[in-house]
């Protein structure tokens, strides 16, 4: 049962557009969002994150809006540089410390130069 | 941000022989880590939560005796994959989170690449 679903496993974007990248999830329990940005054969890297008392959290070029009633979150990237090039993954856990949280399958993101 | 550090970055070994994972907290005190793994192409899948001072709690499907796991200190935890076969073969990934700042984020190491042949 996947309760975090990335349903675009990948993405191509102009450089200088906006990237979009998607995220829904199931379990109602979970209460604070992450994304990852994870280069091949490196750990995650944490990006942006979003509690859910919030619709969007903004961190210079990367924004994410929560929409909470739907159960959908997305990351916008604006504008998209070729360094952006990588896999990102949504993340969810409930909320409290130390939670183990869920992920995404992930999107690979290509920003084309 | 917190850095986390894994040891060894890769490994080859022998089926039937065991492999032990480093994960360390570097400038930050982690009673708690968890393990991942990660198969091509694949999502993150949590195995176990280490908790300093006690037993570790693994997910659905993981064989404890299989995936031993000690954290022994606040800044150490590993993962000794035990009798290792080629289907254990994967890069594992830990992490540890933080209260700094408040937010608990979750810090992750480099990985380890695992190789059983």
């Known amino acids: 049962d996947q309760q975090v679903k990335q349903n675009s496993p990948s993405l191509s974007v102009q450089e200088g557009r906006i990237s979009i990248l998607n995220c829904d999830y199931t379990?109602?329990?979970?209460?604070?969002f992450l994304w990852y940005k994870k280069y091949p054969a490196e750990g995650p890297t944490f990006l942006i994150s979003i509690s859910s008392i919030k619709d969007k959290n903004e961190d210079g070029r990367f924004t994410v809006f929560l929409n909470k009633s739907a159960k959908h979150l997305s990351l916008h990237i604006v504008p998209s540089q070729p360094g952006d090039s990588a896999v990102y993954f949504c993340?969810?856990?409930?909320?409290?410390?130390?939670?183990?949280?869920?992920f995404g399958t992930g999107t690979k993101l290509q920003v084309i130069p | 941000g917190a850095v986390v550090s894994q040891h060894p970055s890769w490994v080859i070994c022998k089926s039937g022989t065991s492999v032990k994972i480093e994960c360390r907290s570097l400038?930050?005190?982690?009673?708690?880590m968890f393990w991942y793994r990660q198969f091509p192409k694949q999502s993150l899948m949590l195995m176990a939560t280490?908790?300093?001072?006690?037993?570790?709690?693994?997910e659905q499907g993981v064989e404890k005796d299989k995936f031993l796991i000690n954290h022994a200190s606040l800044t150490l935890s590993t993962l000794t994959v035990t009798s290792a076969h080629p289907e254990d073969s994967s890069f594992y990934i830990c992490?540890?989170?933080?209260?700094?700042?408040?937010?608990?984020?979750?810090?992750f190491g480099p990985g380890t690449r695992l190789t059983v042949t």
């Open positions: 400038d930050f005190q982690a009673t708690t």
């Open positions: 992490s540890a989170p933080t209260g700094q700042g408040g937010s608990y984020e979750q810090y």
């Open positions: 993340a969810a856990r409930p909320s409290g410390g130390y939670q183990k949280v869920t």
């Open positions: 379990n109602s329990m979970f209460d604070y």
């Open positions: 280490s908790n300093e001072g006690s037993k570790a709690t693994y």
